[in-house]
């Protein structure tokens, strides 16, 4: 909600600038503060980091960040960043990392205990649907660091994780979890030409199974199934009118089979999910995306080679171009990995380009017939666990056909 959001930023001032942007021993004092005072930011705090506490902890809800994801970015663009290079150092990197992620999650914990501690009003909630900036989306899922309250009704709290929704020409994603008065349900709507979120907040039946749930203006409703496997109900935005849905899990989530045989491949895509083919007179390249993001990916290029290509070689010159255009680390190296029912050298990794999030997954190298193929797949690590089991899925489906036609040229 509008006032989580800035209670963390209160305390990402607190942990980041080093002091809190409306302080007094005297609660009442604070109180007059929030009301009408400017938040008072350190003078040594980067210029960057000013401006995202400025905008953060604006008076007008409608003036803030309208989401997690989209606050969670910027800080990370305000922030200095940690260099990561190929070799060396990557238990101090992943180190350094979870404790970012540390830090902001219980920022977003210990900002509402501050606020409650203080007996101080929040700010009005305003947290309507949010069209996103651009029609690609980096990071299309957003993931709450939301604690989950002490206790939770077992049959909400099996409901609780990722859900995926196909609704004909649309299709959505999103993280169901408790709250303290029921349950909340971040939700991404895409379809071809762009994303819209929202945030539903609302109450949750234990005897029915049913939510009432609402995001400004929309609202959405659901029942889940028997054995707790779908979620089926209505969802009512002004935009678009009612319209049903149905949730599923990332291993029911229905795919179409693909099949190319000038990159000799045949794989299952899920359901909101395009295939955009290219072939050049030296290479093949397949990417598949969801609708309207360019992240979470899968991309395979197959380019003619005369056999005598090390797929090491091949994997590390990869690694050295992908290094050149942000800051990339080898994770893991698996010399005996398989792909599609072959044997492959693969790496998993990690890797960000400027203040865009950080996207993880692996690239598998190897030869067949006369050609070298790379198999590169990744998903944002803020959303890890709404995409990471679809596209394990992804590219456990995939397929080699044999022979391979040849490319052109």
């Not at 198999?375 to 456990?396: A, C, H, K, N």
Request: proline share 9%; glycine share 8%.
């Amino acid at each position: 909600a509008a006032s989580d959001r800035w209670a963390m930023a209160v305390m990402i001032c607190r942990v980041f600038a080093g002091a809190l942007p409306f302080d007094d021993p005297s609660a009442e004092v604070v109180l007059k503060k929030i009301a009408s005072d400017a938040p008072t930011i350190p003078p040594h705090a980067p210029a960057r980091l000013k401006q995202f506490l400025v905008k953060a902890l604006e008076k007008d809800p409608a003036k803030r960040y309208r989401t997690c994801r989209e606050m969670v970015a910027e800080l990370k663009g305000a922030l200095q960043p940690i260099p990561i290079s190929l070799k060396g150092d990557t238990p101090k990197i992943a180190m350094a990392g979870a404790l970012a992620l540390f830090v902001i999650a219980t920022s977003a914990f210990f900002g509402s205990k501050w606020i409650a501690g203080r007996n101080l009003a929040k700010p009005v909630e305003n947290a309507p649907p949010v069209a996103a900036d651009t029609p690609f989306d980096a990071a299309p899922m957003r993931s709450p660091n939301v604690p989950p309250p002490a206790e939770v009704d077992p049959r909400l709290k099996a409901l609780e994780g990722p859900w995926f929704g196909d609704l004909g020409t649309r299709f959505a994603e999103g993280g169901l979890w408790p709250t303290k008065d029921g349950a909340a349900f971040m939700l991404n709507l895409r379809d071809k030409d762009k994303i819209v979120y929202f945030d539903f907040e609302g109450g949750f039946d234990p005897e029915t199974q049913a939510f009432e749930l609402a995001a400004g203006v929309a609202s959405l409703t659901l029942e889940a199934s028997a054995d707790g496997s779908q979620l089926r109900g209505t969802l009512d935005d002004p935009d678009v009118g009612p319209m049903p849905v149905r949730f599923v899990r990332a291993k029911d989530v229905a795919t179409t089979t693909y099949r190319n045989e000038k990159l000799g491949i045949q794989l299952e895509v899920p359901a909101g999910w395009h295939v955009q083919p290219e072939t050049t007179d030296d290479r093949s390249v397949l990417v598949l995306t969801p609708l309207a993001a360019r992240v979470p990916y899968l991309r395979l290029t197959s380019a003619p080679d005369d056999g005598q290509t090390d797929p090491m070689v091949a994997l590390e010159r990869y690694e050295t171009d992908v290094a050149t255009t942000g800051t990339y680390t080898r994770v893991a190296l698996n010399a005996e990995a398989g792909l599609g029912g072959r044997r492959s050298v693969s790496v998993d990794y990690r890797y960000q380009a400027g203040d865009q999030p950080v996207v993880q997954g692996s690239v598998h190298a190897l030869l067949r017939q006369n050609q070298l193929v790379l198999l590169e797949s990744g998903y944002p690590t803020d959303s890890m666990d709404l995409w990471q089991p679809l596209v394990q899925r992804l590219v456990e489906s995939i397929r080699f056909l044999d022979p391979p036609v040849p490319s052109a040229g």
